[in-house]
């Protein structure tokens, strides 16, 4: 396993990373005991960083990684979990101080841990980013400086938050999604302005959410139509090949220096084992090259969060 320092932090994440959101049933209904194996088998092929939210599964994947954490030593692992994007039970979004910090005692509780490595505002297209550089932020910045988080960082979709973000405020990382793979690379074009401030970039969803996998992407899948049935040539051109479209999906993701960790999800110990070999492996560039085509004339970007945002 390779690992890479992740901005100015002193972080250095392994370079294929565990996201826990299908520990929430996000994918299918999984079992809790192949979730918890699936954490375990990570960390002993060497995957350091663990992502999560309260998000994922209304709190359930939380819940059961907090299972699977028990006992291990809490220098064995990174941790990051989200605060402002909730589930079913409780308001969708808020990212007023006292609900992150309410949210952040929560996580710790669930994930049975006294501290996060990274906390992140999870999503913040869908705040009002006033409240998020006056509020949010500055109440990160105060959960770090009172030294319940180590670092600070934001998500979402759209690539105009980061630009916004780090023009506002001074944030260790960003975890962006389904913006650095076959599919889309249109992170490329903030990625100098992120290492030129010196905020380290964590990628997920290396498959775009499943486009990229035999299974193909669930139902909720924002993508269009367009983009759906392109990939669902883009993994029948993969297979022909005798190539598991996952593992060109991940190498393809992985292969930027800039990337400190590449964030796959999965509650499958025998994928985590795939993802962590294939991400060993060189990268079929010619067949990357004939997938990447596949997607040339396609709208590959879906709209999420307020328009203005
Ligand atoms: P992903 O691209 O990692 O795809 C997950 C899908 O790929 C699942 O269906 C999984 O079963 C399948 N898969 C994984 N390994 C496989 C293998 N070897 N063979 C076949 N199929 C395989 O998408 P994701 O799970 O959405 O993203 C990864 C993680 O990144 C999440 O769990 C979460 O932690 C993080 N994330 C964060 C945000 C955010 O903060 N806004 C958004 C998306 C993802």
């Known amino acids: ?75 064995k692992y990174i941790l990051s979990t989200k605060a402002g994007r909730y589930g079913p039970d409780f308001p969708d979004f808020d990212f007023s101080e006292k609900r992150i910090r309410q949210s952040l005692t929560e996580s710790c509780n669930r994930l049975g841990v006294d501290n996060v490595d990274i906390l992140f505002l999870h999503d913040i297209e869908f705040g009002n980013m006033q409240q998020v550089k006056d509020e949010a932020l500055p109440c990160l910045q105060a959960l770090k400086d009172e030294g ?34 076959l599919h889309d690379i249109s ?51 993969c297979v022909s090949q005798g190539v598991d479209p996952t593992a060109l999906a991940l190498q393809y993701a992985m292969n930027h220096p800039s990337i400190a960790s590449t964030v796959v999800g999965t509650a499958n110990p ?3 084992e795939k993802n962590v070999k294939w991400a060993e492996n060189a990268l079929n560039v010619e067949l990357a090259e004939q997938v990447r085509r596949i997607f040339a004339d396609v709208d590959c970007t879906w709209s999420s969060g307020y328009p203005e945002n």
């Open 148 to 181: 319940h988080i180590r670092y600070i960082g934001v998500t979402g979709y759209p690539l105009k938050v980061f630009s916004e973000s780090i023009e506002a405020f001074d944030i260790d990382c960003i975890l962006t999604y389904c913006r650095h793979g």
């Open 1 to 75: 396993m390779q690992y890479r320092q992740l901005g100015k932090t002193n972080l250095k994440l392994s370079t294929v990373s565990y996201g826990a959101s299908p520990l929430g049933s996000v994918f299918r209904n999984i079992s809790e005991k192949d979730g918890i194996k699936t954490v375990h088998k990570a960390l002993d092929l060497g995957v350091n960083y663990i992502d999560v939210s309260p998000y994922y599964g209304a709190t359930v994947a939380e819940t059961v990684l907090g299972k699977a954490l028990k006992g291990i030593s809490r220098d």
């Open 270 to 272: 025998l994928n985590i």
């Open 187 to 237: 992170l490329k074009n903030i990625i100098p302005s992120l290492d030129e401030a010196g905020v380290g970039i964590i990628n997920a969803s290396p498959t775009g959410m499943g486009l990229l996998t035999e299974r193909g992407a669930p139902e909720w899948h924002p993508g269009s139509k367009a983009l759906l049935d392109a990939s669902k040539r883009a993994v029948a051109l």
